[in-house]
């Protein structure tokens, strides 16, 4: 039986700046779920957040896209909205840019990442939450995940994963989708990943056809839909992890080092990602670091299981593998980075814009990289 993992975020109101939202709107998003439980429409969720974004984390049987699933969200956005204005809230509805749902929330606003596989004996899911920053910011860490035997030796000892992963990258700037197979396309691949601004991972699959989906990343940008700057885009990323998959571990190594993303105060500037537990994800310096949470669970039937879970949905405690003292010391060098980082106050640093690379070598080998998957869009 095939089931829908499907997470559904959005800024819709939060205390005093851009913080965190109030545990009344988490309430009403709760109420809005449960309520789509007894009706069948999901059979389990439980809501989260990182920094003022709430987390909506839903298990179904509709596929992704499907209209009910992304209408309940929506809805439960909407009863978080209202509970934020009733408190005179900070950007009350932020990410809600239409008036009515549509269809699917696509295009509206809050962001979306959702993956249907079939599930196996034993499926552990890794959640990763992201706060003031761009999709791109998973460029990094699913690279090292997905591509680099130094961070996932499975690639190396492991059968299952020996051959690799397809890696979707989707174009910001021309709405194409390239896919990519790691690691004979690594050259190419990394060609084009490693522009922050324009290109951000979409998903990632296993060479198994059994096995299917690996990885989702939400990749809405809200400055596209809205046409003016209206927050950061807040992005988050789903991963199915052991038995064909990379384990969990080797999931959240790369997090150990906190890489530079674009994000942080307006989304104008470069900071480190933080990784911390829920209770720590309220950016206080300077709207930032970024920071990123990571949840795990386990799927089994038409359950969600955490390290506190009951019969009722939405019952459930995800593990915060963040938490821990490990990260200490990757908070320890992202807070150093941050500070530094800072010193430069608006003045530009590191790779320049692709409009501004425009007499390097380097467009020459994105016009072949086109090419080779006929892609033939002008005014790249």
């Known amino acids: 039986m095939a089931v829908t993992l499907s997470d559904i975020k959005g800024d819709v109101g939060s205390i005093a700046g851009h913080v965190k939202p109030h545990i009344n709107q988490i309430k009403a998003a709760e109420r809005v779920l449960k309520g789509a439980t007894e009706k069948k429409v999901i059979h389990d969720f439980f809501v989260s957040r990182v920094g003022d974004d709430i987390h909506m984390v839903m298990l179904h049987e509709n596929g992704e896209d499907a209209k009910e699933v992304h209408e309940t969200a929506w809805n439960a956005l909407k009863a978080a909205t209202e509970e934020a204005q009733s408190l005179g809230l900070y950007a009350a509805g932020q990410d809600l840019l239409k008036d009515a749902f549509s269809g699917n929330v696509k295009g509206m606003g809050p962001g979306v990442a959702e993956m249907e596989f079939e599930p196996r004996k034993a499926e552990p899911i890794v959640l990763f939450m992201a706060d003031k920053t761009s999709p791109s910011a998973f460029n990094i860490p699913l690279s090292k995940i997905y591509a680099d035997p130094f961070t996932t030796s499975g690639l190396v000892i492991d059968p299952r994963l020996h051959d690799g992963f397809m890696i979707q990258v989707l174009d910001q700037k021309m709405g194409d989708v390239l896919e990519f197979s790691l690691p004979e396309e690594l050259h190419d691949y990394l060609a084009i990943i490693g522009d922050l601004v324009r290109f951000s991972i979409k998903k990632v699959f296993s060479k198994d056809k059994k096995l299917g989906i690996a990885a989702s990343v939400s990749t809405e940008k809200l400055s596209k839909i809205a046409g003016k700057y209206v927050g950061k885009d807040d992005p988050v990323a789903m991963a199915r992890a052991q038995s064909g998959f990379p ?125 080779k998957r006929n892609v033939k869009n002008k005014n790249r």
Not at 248 to 271: A, C, D, I, K, N
Not at 292 to 297: E, K, N, P, Y
């Open 247 to 371: 384990a969990v571990g080797e999931l959240l190594q790369p997090f150990m080092t906190p890489y530079l993303v674009p994000g942080w105060m307006r989304g104008s500037h470069v900071g480190p990602l933080y990784p911390c537990s829920v209770d720590e994800a309220n950016p206080t310096y300077f709207d930032g670091p970024p920071r990123i949470v990571a949840l795990g669970f386990m799927i089994k039937g038409n359950r969600l299981i955490g390290e506190e879970s009951d019969p009722q949905p939405g019952s459930h405690k995800p593990v915060d593998y963040f938490r821990g003292e490990e990260f200490g010391y990757a908070r320890n060098i992202a807070m150093n980075i941050a500070t530094y980082m800072r010193q430069h106050g608006p003045f530009m640093f590191e790779r320049l814009p692709e409009e501004e690379m425009e007499y390097t070598t380097l467009n020459e080998v994105l016009k072949k990289i086109f090419e």
